[in-house]
């Protein structure tokens, strides 16, 4: 089964509002990354955590090895902000550094 | 952001025809993967490299793919006679060790096998 459940599946935000995307993990996590995907579809990196929290600009993510799961807060959201996310992960015990993607969650700000 | 360059951006091929794709890796990055993402938005797995090494491919990449990372050229994804079902978007990425490291994203080669 999926090792890596994203949610939510779309997300529709009014420009300076904010909310959060979470990934719980069913298998033990080494670190994850949060990307973005803009529309010509390239993956430009947000974060990577090995655990604890991080904070870019408007961006925080969270990840909690322990109880499996990563947080993604997104605060006064901007038209810009607008595409889809992705967590990816890589299981304790891998050895080559393979990542597995969540099913992405598609932002969309509106005016 | 990523200096992961792919080429070409676009593939069109019929079905039958061979389809290549290349990727040069960031600098001083040794490890590399190729994934697939599909208009669903899943994120396949293909093959990753370490140097001239294969670490890990699924079983696709062995019978229909081929892929090679030589050293001083650019990495290769081939698929040996393209399905329909394989138009994708192809993502390499690179990284400077094989796990415990960020990875980074090339803006993938968009295939369409028509």
């Known amino acids: 089964g999926d090792q890596v459940e994203q949610s939510p599946s779309a997300l529709s935000l009014h420009e300076g509002t904010g909310s959060a995307l979470r990934c719980n993990f069913t298998?033990?996590?080494?670190?994850v990354q949060w990307f973005q995907q803009n529309s010509r579809g390239s993956l430009i990196n947000l974060f990577y955590l090995a655990s604890g929290t991080k904070e870019n600009g408007r961006l925080k993510s969270t990840f909690n090895s322990k109880e499996s799961y990563s947080t993604l807060h997104i605060r006064d959201a901007q038209l810009e902000d607008s595409g889809t996310y992705f967590c990816a992960a890589a299981p304790t015990g891998a050895n080559t550094g393979k990542l597995t993607f969540g099913h992405g969650t598609i932002l969309r700000v509106h005016p | 952001n990523s200096k992961v360059i792919q080429t070409p951006r676009y593939l069109v091929k019929g079905q039958g025809q061979k389809a290549k794709m290349r990727c040069i890796p960031e600098?001083?990055?040794?490890?590399v993967f190729w994934y697939q993402q599909n208009k669903n938005n899943e994120f396949k797995f293909l093959i990753n490299?370490?140097?001239?090494?294969?670490?890990?491919q699924i079983d696709m990449t062995e019978k229909r793919f081929s892929a090679e990372c030589p050293s001083n050229s650019p990495c290769s994804l081939e698929i040996q006679s393209s399905e329909a079902g394989d138009s994708a978007l192809y993502l390499c990425?690179?990284?400077?060790?094989?796990?415990?490291?960020?990875?980074?994203f090339g803006k993938g080669t968009r295939l369409t096998v028509v």
């Open positions: 298998t033990t996590m080494r670190a």
């Open positions: 600098k001083g990055h040794p490890v």
């Open positions: 990425a690179s990284s400077l060790r094989g796990r415990d490291t960020e990875v980074f």
């Open positions: 490299f370490q140097n001239q090494e294969v670490l890990q």
